[in-house]
């Protein structure tokens, strides 16, 4: 395997225009079979929508083992890789923590339950290894938007993310309700491939985790998917997960209530999809954001257990 790339069949931050191309990789890689970890009509749904609502998959008991841990991270962060914590735009307030899934062993099982990993190997018909994880907090009065953007786009320029064979799955750690910032999707948004305007910097990673300002689509190119489709945003209860398609247009409102959202956050993609010289800039993402440690994983079933932090 070299790290050569590929011909590029998503171009983006080249032209001086936005271009609409037509996906042409499959959504739902696989065929359903009974026996599978989602249901023929839960397949379809993500297959049309480019994403699936699952409630309550884990248990009070799970949803409080993963709560527990997520405050252990957020109030000790002097244990973690300092590069892996990542603030709120002009704040003091964590935004996000990185490569959970190397930082903690409870996150690791998560991360390789058959209700995640195998859900993701399933939809994607591969196997499957963590291209990014992470903890997602919008605390209370001061969270912060994510912009509109679809994943895909960024791994594939800086990341070097070949095809759309890969997928988000984010567990649910707090209500999301709609007035707490919850995650908002443009469904069928998936079919179409939006490029962006203006060349990669360097190291650009170091602001777009904090706040994006390359691979933002244009309000007119936004403005029409959302016409065409709707915009629909997910709640649910803590322990509920939400999958949605790499290329989904999809991104968050601020939380200016007291009541904080947040967060764990999987991206799964399929071994055969793994990373390739980035289509960008000349310098790949650091592996806490794009990992290009390629390790299958094999699902788990079973109850979450309590574990240690590593």
Known sequence: MTDQSPIDLYPSRFAARPERRERIDP???????????????????FDRDG??????????????????????????????????LILEPGSDEVRSIFAIHEQSALMRRLAEDQRLAGAASFLLDDEVYVHQSRLNYKPGFQGKEFYWHSDFETWHVEDGMPRMRALSI???????????????????????YLSCVGETPEDHYKQSLRKQDYGVPDEYSLAELATEHGITAPVGLPGSVVIFDCNVMHGSNGNITPFPRSNAFFVFNAVSNRLVKPFGPENPRPDFIASRKVTPITPVDGPLAGADRR
């Open 27 to 45: 959504v739902f890689h696989g065929q359903w079979h009974e026996g599978a970890p989602l249901s023929a009509e839960q397949a379809a749904s």
């Open 51 to 84: 994403f699936l609502v699952l409630p309550e998959v884990f248990t009070e008991e799970e949803v409080t083992l993963l709560q527990q841990e997520a405050g252990t991270l957020l109030g000790d962060p002097a244990t973690l890789d300092d590069e892996t």
């Open 170 to 192: 984010s567990v649910l750690l707090a209500e999301n309700t709609p007035n707490n910032g919850p995650l908002m999707l443009i469904p069928g948004s998936h079919r179409t």
